[in-house]
């Protein structure tokens, strides 16, 4: 937790930006450690009772203020430059999600460098191309959203699989995207990680009741 809260208090950005972090019922030591944080001026600190990642997100999508929003799970890191090249990107062209390139984090491994949706810049409207939205993958981290897409919006609550909000909802209300060929987010793969535990579970069979409710 604290690895990755540094890695956004280390930001080299000419813009403001506020860190809410969401302690979702934990029973170790994270409080005590999140609580060291709270001198900071632009961080928030929420705890509650266990929830989900879920109600956590929509906890912190509740309590939002700035004008794009970005989701980090807390055994992540933003990597140095993360913050100014996203958002320089879209407020210079009033973008709704700019993304970055990610690398994956294996324990014990060397990164993997995900393989880049573009070797340069990429926009795209997608008013005019919906079908790009099939190209670009549904996780939240990675990326900036304009605040505007998340209004009436929240992940779903009591499901695995909530990121499909993102392909369904999230992506068909945005009118602009931009891809930037820059690592901005280092995503650590685990054993233990949710999607792992998921294969070969009854769980996995969320997916198909939550776009049922996206539907609706």
């Keep these: 937790m604290g690895a990755c809260i540094n890695s956004i208090l280390n930001q080299e950005t000419n813009f403001n930006y506020e860190i809410?972090?969401?302690?979702?019922?934990?029973?170790?030591?994270?409080?005590?450690?999140?609580?060291?944080?709270?001198?900071?001026?632009?961080?928030?600190?929420?705890?509650?009772?266990?929830?989900?990642?879920s109600a956590s997100r929509n906890k912190g999508l509740e309590v939002a203020r700035g004008s794009y929003i970005m989701f980090v799970d807390s055994d992540d890191l933003l990597s140095n430059n993360a913050i100014e090249p996203l958002l320089k990107k879209a407020f210079e062209k009033n973008i709704d999600i700019v993304q970055g390139?990610?690398?994956?984090?294996?324990?014990?491994?060397?990164?993997?460098?995900?393989?880049?949706?573009?070797?340069?810049?990429?926009?795209?409207d997608l008013r005019e191309n919906p079908e790009f939205i099939l190209k670009i993958k549904g996780f939240p981290w990675g990326r900036v959203y304009s605040r505007r897409l998340w209004e009436d919006v929240e992940f779903p609550v009591g499901f695995d699989y909530e990121d499909t909000v993102i392909q369904f909802i999230i992506f068909r209300k945005a009118d602009t995207y931009c891809y930037i060929n820059q690592v901005v987010y280092e995503y650590t793969v685990g054993m233990n990680s949710i999607s792992r535990k998921l294969q070969g579970s009854n769980k996995s069979l969320d997916t198909f009741y939550i776009v049922l409710h996206l539907i609706d």
Aim: proline share 2%.
């Design 101 to 124: 390139n990610n690398n994956y984090v294996y324990k014990g491994k060397d990164k993997v460098l995900e393989k880049p949706l573009s070797k340069n810049s990429l926009e795209v």
């Design 20 to 53: 809410i972090i969401i302690n979702d019922g934990s029973v170790d030591n994270t409080q005590n450690e999140v609580e060291r944080f709270s001198v900071h001026k632009n961080i928030t600190i929420i705890s509650q009772k266990n929830k989900g990642i």
